[in-house]
């Protein structure tokens, strides 16, 4: 569902110097290592075409994709239902599940701005999860999680690879062994 | 000027008596005064959502500098407002806006980045004043005292043609903001939340909704002087009371509460409420100004850092 063929990651120059290739599919979870400023964003930004390779094509066969990292906006006046409802159709019993699996008991009309970071982060993971991704590009997705909450993510993302393509990058090496059916390293 | 009492049922039966005819520009200025309320608070809410800033307004895109520029030209040159007072100011006013909309536009580049939009926003209006300025040393008394009033906000020059041509431009905003509502509802998640979801190009359309805001708040500029003060307050004390940023709710009751603030600053400015007739400006900076500060006092500090 996702074919990457012969692309050259990077912005004005390429990021490395020889072209990266594959296919892959449903069930499988890539774990993407490596040192900081290598590329592994990059590379997952060329693959959810938010950013064109500067050379080669990806193919990817559906517009359901989940991609969280840290760059999403808390604005001055967004609540927490806003930024779990802006662009998506989300029902009450998905809302109220997910908040149970992550164990965040919040008040959806609270300020998003007035979370922890930990909370924010689970709130950014639960977004995407409520668009029912077929692809799933999580970029550090561990960061400002406790070790309770990292273990619940990893059993979550078992679970989900069912039905979905999940790639994530991360420098927690206990976490990806746990989730990981395959490695890119950088 | 002052208070007179008026037969309404009179005024409605003859129209041409004086009874009717005092009927008549007071039903225009409520008018004017509902429409300008709703625009300004409409156009605020848009030009917030899209430079994400609570505080961003007309001032900040250098509209509001453009348009009084192009007022400042109209009176302060001698010899240009001879005729057709009404229709030559709008006219040079939304000139005025539509210029320093397109110079931002072309400086700022293709791509918009909002940071360097403000910057340019804020070094135009430098230059409007910087011209003013000298315009003003120039001009005579007369020039001087219309220009100096129309900075001041008031809706006496509100007539039949400022209504139809504000209609007109409202019904246009209003369309185009609700069309958009929930392109700017994931527009406020950020640039990759909104390429995952509508894959369309963002450059296109936040030039679209600049150039509308900007006709927009230049018309209204036109007729009634700078007041765009409303569009701050309004959009700011709804989204902290209804606890949401949602566009589609946000809409109407911006519409309805700033019509409301005009239409009241305007009944208090022309001397319905004590007797005095004041500028509307001074009369909307006294309402609003512990109201925004007492909200986003209040908003900030509830924020973590």
Redesign the interface.
């Known amino acids: 569902m996702l074919e990457a063929s012969s692309i050259h990651i990077g912005y004005q120059k390429p990021l490395l110097s020889e072209t990266i290739s594959g296919s892959w599919n449903k069930g499988e979870v890539i774990v993407l290592l490596g040192d900081n400023g290598v590329g592994k964003s990059t590379f997952l930004k060329t693959l959810a075409k938010l950013q064109k390779p500067i050379s080669g094509s990806v193919e990817l066969t559906t517009d359901k994709i989940g991609w969280v990292d840290a760059s999403i906006s808390k604005g001055v006046y967004l609540s927490v239902f806003d930024f779990i409802s802006f662009g998506i159709s989300s029902t009450k019993e998905d809302i109220d599940y997910w908040f149970k699996r992550f164990e965040i008991n919040i008040e959806t009309s609270r300020f998003v701005d007035e979370l922890s970071d930990g909370q924010f982060r689970k709130l950014c993971i639960i977004r995407q999860l409520l668009k029912r991704p077929e692809v799933l590009f999580l970029d550090e997705p561990t960061v400002y999680l406790d070790v309770k909450s990292k273990k619940q993510l990893a059993l979550i993302i078992q679970e989900l690879k069912e039905s979905c393509l999940i790639f994530c990058t991360t420098h927690d090496l206990l976490f990806a062994e746990e989730i990981k059916t395959s490695t890119i390293k950088f | 000027m002052g208070t007179v009492t008026i037969d309404i049922t009179k005024g409605f039966k003859e129209f041409n008596s004086v009874d009717g005819n005092i009927l008549e520009s007071r039903l225009i200025r409520a008018s004017v005064s509902v429409l300008v309320g709703a625009s300004c608070g409409l156009a605020g809410l848009g030009i917030q959502t899209l430079f994400?800033n609570?505080l961003a307004g007309p001032t900040t895109l250098g509209v509001n500098s453009g348009a009084s520029l192009g007022v400042g030209i109209f009176y302060l040159i001698p010899g240009v407002s001879m005729q057709m007072e009404w229709l030559g100011l709008s006219f040079f006013a939304v000139l005025g806006a539509l210029a320093f909309l397109f110079l931002l536009i072309v400086v700022a580049g293709k791509s918009l980045n909002l940071t360097f939009v403000l910057i340019v926003g804020l070094l135009l209006s430098y230059a409007s004043y910087a011209i003013l300025e000298v315009l003003l040393q120039l001009s005579d008394s007369v020039g001087i005292k219309s220009y100096v009033f129309w900075g001041m906000g008031s809706f006496t020059r509100a007539n039949v043609h400022s209504l139809i041509a504000l209609l007109l431009v409202s019904v246009m905003g209003i369309v185009v903001m609700k069309k958009y509502a929930?392109w700017l509802?994931?527009y406020?998640?950020?640039?990759?939340?909104l390429?995952?979801?509508?894959?369309k190009s963002i450059t296109f359309n936040k030039q679209l909704l600049l150039i509308v805001f900007g006709i927009w708040i230049g018309l209204i500029t036109s007729i009634v002087g700078p007041i765009a003060f409303v569009g701050v307050v309004v959009p700011?004390v709804l989204?902290?009371v209804i606890?949401?940023?949602?566009l589609n709710t946000l809409l109407p009751l911006t519409a309805l509460l700033g019509a409301m603030m005009v239409l009241l600053a305007d009944l208090i400015a022309r001397g319905a409420i004590g007797g005095f007739v004041l500028p509307v400006n001074a009369v909307l900076s006294v309402l609003g100004v512990p109201i925004i500060i007492y909200f986003l006092v209040k908003?900030i500090s509830?924020?973590?850092s």
């Open positions: 994400k609570p929930t509802n994931i406020s998640l950020g640039d990759t939340e390429k995952l979801l509508t894959r700011n989204k902290m606890k949401s940023s949602n908003r509830g924020a973590r």
